[in-house]
């Protein structure tokens, strides 16, 4: 006989949106059950961003002793340990996992249930020999891989990011399908760390970005050795004594010994018993709408789950919304504008707003003001020099988006997201003092050019002159 609990919030899924949502909550006394079958801290802890930003961590580090050259340092025969470069990536997650721990929220109060959840009706979730009948419920379980469906692909031993960290050996020829955000950054991490990189794209490398930025990611990349293949079809795989073998459209064929299978992701709703709760759904997952509730009222999607941009960020960003909405009966609608998003190659790409495109479709015209990387003191000094910032302008002033390239990008767009989400106005951005050298001067600079025009306006010139009478 099940046990029946009937918490006000019922969470599925102990990855990034759903422990926010439990920790926020219990903090308030809320009654919160909180189910993951998995690993706690989901994929984000455990094969995402912290895994993947410690084995770029290892990489650049690699990369950096290799070029220190111009500083007038000599680092002679730099070698890569890859065991060890695994090991800190273990013990990034180790010294992360305690925060995201079952014992640490059992200490809030949250009623943590390690099993897999299934729907049983509108308003029940089986979960682990109990029966949760919750007023509200928040389905936040990610996504998976998907793999596409190439002939043969079934005989080869695949690498996804949920297998790839528990490599432990360094793989002599790296074949990464998918050159999005997953496959450009494994592919330049693992080509400094020495392995041979092919990188094999259908369409063009970082399609979702805007081409002047992605060309300078590229061409990074390529710079490190990366076989960059785009425009490449796939027909075909199948299995050799040394690896696997890709044939491809036009008659080239790639040979290799690892496979990365980067080519997107969907959301992990399969299993869950949508059906029986009477959520509408579509081919890739569930129907969610702007207040990220689903044709059941009671149950939301969060994160990845709901389809959404697939950032922990993002993830956070819907847990605030839901707990407005659940906790407090507030009226909460996921933004028009996008959430900002980093690319964590070297140079590092951060954007964030609306892109050129969007924003001409919105405003009409606009300013796209630039300034390079090159032209920063801060970025001479270090020998860092690649890329550079651009600003999208309205009409009147306001900043509609921001993208930098360049070294730190992702520390840069920060002042940039807020100017976006409060709306503010370009002489407000160049007003800001900043301390000087430092890399934050590279977008301010761009946002500087916005007033240069009016150093040529003859009614200024003309004042300017008059008071020149006047002493």
């Not at 996504?143 to 790839?164: F, H, K, M, V, Y």
């Not at 839901?322 to 790409?349: C, G, H, K, Q, S």
Request: glycine content about 12%.
């Amino acid at each position: 006989m099940s046990k029946e609990l009937t918490p006000d919030l019922c969470v599925i899924g102990a990855g990034a949106g759903g422990l926010s949502i439990a920790s926020a909550a219990a903090a308030m006394g809320v009654p919160v059950v909180l189910i993951e079958k998995g690993a706690m801290g989901g994929d984000c802890l455990n094969a995402g961003c912290v895994p993947s930003k410690a084995l770029l961590a290892a990489a650049h580090a690699a990369h950096r002793a290799r070029s220190m050259g111009p500083l007038g340092v000599a680092a002679e025969n730099v070698h890569v340990d890859f065991a060890r470069v695994m090991a800190h990536v273990r013990a990034s997650i180790g010294a992360i996992a305690p925060n995201d721990s079952e014992s640490r929220y059992r200490a809030m109060g949250v009623q943590v249930i390690r099993a897999a959840a299934r729907f049983v009706a509108p308003d029940k979730v089986e979960a682990g020999g109990f029966i949760i009948r919750a007023r509200r419920f928040i389905v936040a379980t990610g996504s998976a891989p998907i793999i596409p469906p190439i002939p043969g692909l079934e005989q080869i031993r695949l690498l996804t990011n949920e297998s790839i960290f528990k490599l432990d050996a360094l793989p002599a020829h790296l074949v990464i399908l998918g050159a999005g955000a997953v496959g450009v950054e494994f592919a330049q991490a693992f080509a400094r760390l020495g392995s041979r990189v092919t990188l094999i794209e259908k369409g063009r490398a970082l399609a979702g970005e805007d081409e002047e930025f992605a060309d300078v990611i590229v061409s990074a990349l390529r710079r490190d050795g990366v076989d960059l293949r785009e425009g490449a079809d796939v027909l075909r795989a199948e299995a050799t004594d040394s690896g696997f073998a890709l044939h491809l459209q036009g008659g080239a064929t790639i040979a290799g010994t690892h496979l990365l299978v980067a080519t997107g992701r969907r959301p992990n709703v399969e299993g869950l018993g949508l059906d029986a709760a009477g959520v509408r759904q579509k081919s890739d997952g569930a129907l969610v709408g702007p207040d990220l509730r689903t044709s059941n009222r009671r149950i939301y999607l969060v994160g990845d789950a709901a389809g959404g941009p697939q950032f922990t960020h993002a993830a956070n960003y819907h847990a605030g919304l839901v707990l407005r909405a659940t906790l407090f009966r507030l009226r909460a609608r996921t933004a028009d504008v996008p959430v900002p998003r980093v690319l964590f190659t070297d140079p590092e790409l951060a954007v964030c707003g609306l892109d050129e495109a969007q924003a001409r479709k919105r405003h009409g015209a606009i300013r796209v003001l630039r300034w390079p990387i090159a032209e920063n003191d801060r970025a001479r000094a270090e020998g860092a020099v690649t890329g550079h910032a651009k600003l999208l302008v309205a009409r009147n002033e306001r900043v509609l988006g921001a993208a930098i390239a360049g070294p730190g990008a992702g520390e840069l767009i920060g002042m940039w997201q807020v100017a976006v989400s409060r709306g503010l106005r370009l002489r407000d951005m160049a007003g800001v003092v900043l301390p000087y050298p430092t890399l934050n001067e590279v977008a301010k600079r761009a946002a500087v050019t916005g007033f240069a025009p009016a150093a040529t306006n003859r009614w200024l010139r003309a004042l300017l002159g008059l008071l020149r009478k006047f002493g």
